[in-house]
């Protein structure tokens, strides 16, 4: 038929054309169900292949785990063993250190003791009160260091500026109580400096300063013990404090360790090389036949589709060149095929030419 013009053709032609028209849509239907059932089968295989593997990959961990158990449980051991003898070490080395502050630091203790017991008797026999030897006394009455300017202030501004303060945020306080606080403070501070200085400083003077040499002397003694016991702490040398037998202890468990290391890396490359293949042989060798079936299955109709999607597109050409050409693509239809021949079969026309230009005269 592509050999000859089908305008030319009777109501045979067109019954061919219909019959073209209907093959090429049960092919391309036979084609669409093919490709679906092609996507169930690469679907089916798919996951059939990942069931095995994950089944694989749970096998091998499970019997991994189980050969790494034994040797995961006797590491845990030695490290809370090495963990105790740490602990030991860290106490014994503790209390070394400690002993050695205090053999190092005990004259400047005895030092310290002897001269506190110097200004006790000193304050004892001239019978000044050890008052006088405080911090907050030096601070107000013989003022030197910073430290001594800074309590002072304290003082001043927690007697002249924190207490009014507080008094005048309550409610409705007077003002002539606001006077008559300042009033009592000032009267009280002239009579007790005037007090203590005569009854302190004016007669004990001279022991009261050398009470405060020694008491300055007592903190540079502390200054010197607190530097002895920080270079003790940070001194790296231990061997006077007795530790070699938890580090032997400590090594020796940390060589145990290793061993277990060592032994479970072998017992691993064992697995690797005897048991983790056998597993992998088992399941594959349980699960292949099906699995290979469904792959020659899925072969057999992927190469099935191959040749509806060749067999497709000859269909589709020769329609193109051999129908469409001649009658237009809008007529190389099932429907106005059928059309065209009920015009020829009632005599309406002889040749497809003619039937054509009936429909078309038809339809203006």
């Known amino acids: 038929m592509a050999e000859q013009n089908i305008l030319a053709g009777d109501v045979n032609v067109l019954d061919q054309m219909i019959n073209d028209l209907n093959v090429h849509k049960e092919t391309i239907e036979r084609q669409g169900r093919l490709a679906e059932s092609i996507g169930d089968i690469a679907k089916n295989t798919k996951e059939a292949q990942q069931a095995v593997q994950d089944e694989i990959d749970s096998r091998v961990k499970d019997s991994s785990d189980a050969v790494c158990a034994g040797f995961d449980k006797a590491i845990a051991g030695d490290r809370e063993k090495l963990k105790e003898v740490q602990n030991k070490r860290d106490k014994a080395k503790l209390a070394g250190v400690k002993e050695r502050i205090a053999a190092e630091t005990a004259h400047i203790h005895k030092e310290n003791e002897a001269l506190k017991n110097q200004v006790k008797d000193a304050f004892a026999q001239e019978n000044i009160p050890m008052f006088c030897n405080s911090r907050i006394y030096i601070a107000l009455y013989r003022t030197k260091r910073m430290t001594d300017v800074l309590i002072y202030l304290l003082c001043i501004a927690l007697v002249y500026a924190a207490v009014p303060f507080l008094l005048s945020v309550i409610p409705q306080f007077p003002l002539w109580g606001m006077i008559l606080y300042y009033v009592v403070v000032i009267l009280i501070q002239s009579f007790t400096n005037k007090m203590i200085v005569e009854k302190t400083l004016v007669r004990h003077a001279e022991t009261i300063d050398m009470a405060k040499k020694l008491k300055e002397q007592i903190r540079s003694n502390h200054k010197k013990m607190k530097k002895i016991a920080k270079n003790i702490k940070t001194d790296s040398n ?40 056998d597993i992998i042989a088992e399941i594959e060798g349980r699960e292949n036949e099906r699995i290979n079936a469904m792959k020659a299955e899925l072969d057999k109709k992927s190469a099935e589709n191959l040749k509806l999607e060749n067999l497709i597109k ?7 060149s051999n129908y469409e050409a001649y009658l237009g693509k809008e007529y ?15 005599g309406g026309a002889a040749t497809v030419a003619q039937a054509l230009a009936v429909y078309r005269e038809k339809h203006l």
């Open 314 to 320: 000859e269909q589709r050409i020769y329609i193109s």
């Open 332 to 346: 190389v239809t099932v429907e106005k095929l059928t059309e065209l021949k009920q015009v020829m079969i009632s």
């Open 238 to 277: 231990e061997e006077m404090y007795g530790l070699h037998e938890f580090d032997d202890k400590m090594n020796e468990i940390r060589e145990d360790m290793k061993r277990i290391e060592q032994e479970k890396e072998k017992a691993l490359e064992d697995f690797e090389m005897t048991v983790k293949p």
